[in-house]
């Protein structure tokens, strides 16, 4: 897996092997996610040893993002 490359972060591809995509859909929970050839993640979404450095960063094998800020919603976000 390797991504689009940028000085501070990287875009990731979905993976093709059909269990651990689904373990990529899980974690990024988007309701009605659809997956194109172009969707990718963030690699801030991924725990700093999974993102191999180099000119162009890739995964380790298996690497499945993790990191996601939770939003709490407050009653003064619904008024």
Same mark, same amino acid.
């Given at each position: 897996? !390797?991504?689009?490359?940028?000085? @501070?972060? !990287?875009?990731?591809?979905?993976?093709?092997?059909? &269990? +651990?995509?689904?373990?990529?859909? $899980?974690? *990024? $929970? $988007?309701?009605? +996610?659809?997956?194109? =050839? %172009? &969707? &990718?993640?963030?690699? #801030?979404?991924?725990? !700093?040893?999974? *993102?191999?450095?180099?000119?162009? $960063? #890739? +995964?380790?094998?298996? @690497?499945?993002?993790?990191?996601?800020? &939770? =939003?709490?919603? !407050? *009653? %003064?976000? +619904? *008024?």
């Amino acid at each position: 897996m !390797s991504g689009n490359f940028n000085s @501070a972060i !990287s875009f990731h591809h979905f993976p093709k092997e059909e &269990t +651990l995509r689904k373990i990529w859909i $899980r974690n *990024v $929970r $988007r309701d009605n +996610l659809v997956i194109k =050839r %172009t &969707t &990718t993640v963030c690699s #801030r979404h991924f725990v !700093s040893t999974d *993102v191999i450095q180099g000119g162009q $960063r #890739r +995964l380790k094998e298996g @690497a499945v993002p993790v990191l996601f800020v &939770t =939003r709490t919603i !407050s *009653v %003064t976000d +619904l *008024v």
